[in-house]
């Protein structure tokens, strides 16, 4: 068990561009959580998943935001027409069946909007 | 709605003594899940510490204890013989019964320097 891994670790672009975001979560876990944090705030929750199914999205996810994870497995967080406020770090999180209150972390995605 | 307050941004406490974190929290549940982590400059976030709102014990893990106050809504960690390797932002944390959502709600972080 490798635990979370997330791709690319940073990502620069420019205004306007498309950028999307890989995150593998802990084999056999059934909830994954994508968070966005800005610098000198925690974690703001953004959508989860419970195997493949989208159970919940934040206001803060506009319509430029989505987020698939068409197998259950890895997931994927895309960001259209990307603006400078977008600029964060993207986490992705992964809790098992059992305790799913208990949440692993990847290292995230650190994305700048020039 | 669910906050969770820092309110203190940075401390600093000397290797090998104790500090103390402090968490405030608001909400109507009467049953839910508190959580530390710590977040080191390689920007992992890691578990410290649980605590389930309806176990009156605090929840130890070693050097991480908690203190928690159901009625005052509190939360505080303690840190015993701190290490430079404690040297964090450390995020307190609230996440409501999975009954009505399972989103956990961060506080803004408070940043702990370790002096050697």
């Known amino acids: ?114 | 709605a669910q906050t969770v307050t820092q309110s203190q941004p940075e401390m600093s406490v000397q290797e090998a003594e104790t500090v103390t974190l402090s968490c405030t929290y608001d909400t109507s549940e009467s049953d839910y899940y508190l959580f530390w982590y710590k977040q080191p400059p390689s920007r992992q976030m890691i578990l410290v510490i649980r605590q389930e709102a309806y176990k009156q014990q605090n929840a130890t893990e070693n050097r991480f204890s908690v203190n928690f106050q159901k009625a005052a809504k509190s939360f505080s960690l303690k840190i015993s013989d701190s290490q430079l390797g404690d040297a964090a932002m450390y995020f307190c944390a609230y996440n409501p019964p999975w009954a009505v959502n399972d989103k956990i709600i961060f506080g803004k972080g408070t940043r702990l320097h370790i002096l050697p």
């Open chain 1, 1 to 114: 068990d490798t635990g979370v891994s997330q791709d690319p670790r940073h990502k620069i672009t420019k205004r306007g561009q498309n950028v999307t975001f890989r995150c593998d979560p802990i084999s056999e876990h059934n909830r994954l959580y994508w968070y966005r944090q800005t610098l000198g705030q925690g974690p703001e929750f953004l959508t989860y998943f419970q195997n493949e199914a989208q159970l919940e999205k934040s206001r803060l996810l506009s319509d430029r935001f989505s987020a698939e994870r068409p197998k259950g497995s890895f997931s994927t967080l895309e960001i259209q027409r990307t603006e400078q406020g977008d600029s964060a770090m993207y986490l992705c999180a992964s809790s098992p069946w059992v305790r799913e209150d208990e949440q692993f972390f990847g290292p995230g995605t650190r994305l700048t909007v020039l």
